[in-house]
């Protein structure tokens, strides 16, 4: 059974910074594209970053762009999501997604994903 397990969340002061590891069991990612994506309350989930197999080829929302960092452990077969100058509007329930499309490139639909994770909460506060 494959499973991708969030950690790091929690409540953090605006201006301040949280790291999240996505943890995957039950088959290797090693080889394929990861994401992540959170979704606020009222809201829709959106793509926050996504990365490639080998960390070659990353992309991310305008909105965290220059803040946020993903990266990948493919040893670990973990990815994770440096989170910088969090701002009360990055609240949110952040999920971690893997993709078995081709590893080369990066996705940002989450119809382009076919495991997810449970999501872990980030609070900003203001």
């Known amino acids: 059974q494959v499973q991708l397990v969030e950690s790091g969340g929690g409540l953090v002061q605006a201006g301040g910074s949280l790291r999240l590891s996505c943890a995957a069991s039950g088959r290797t990612f090693s080889s394929y594209p990861m994401g992540w994506f959170r979704q606020a309350p009222g809201k829709e989930r959106e793509f926050v970053a996504a990365?490639?197999?080998?960390?070659?080829?990353?992309r991310y929302a305008d909105s965290v762009k220059g803040r946020f960092t993903i990266s990948r452990d493919n040893a670990k077969n973990t990815v994770y999501l440096q989170m910088n100058s969090l701002k009360p509007e990055d609240s949110a329930v952040y999920y971690c997604a893997g993709s078995l499309r081709y590893g080369g490139v990066v996705y940002y639909r989450s119809t382009e994903y076919d495991y997810w994770g449970q999501g872990t909460q980030v609070t900003v506060s203001s």
């Open positions: 990365i490639n197999w080998s960390g070659s080829n990353t």
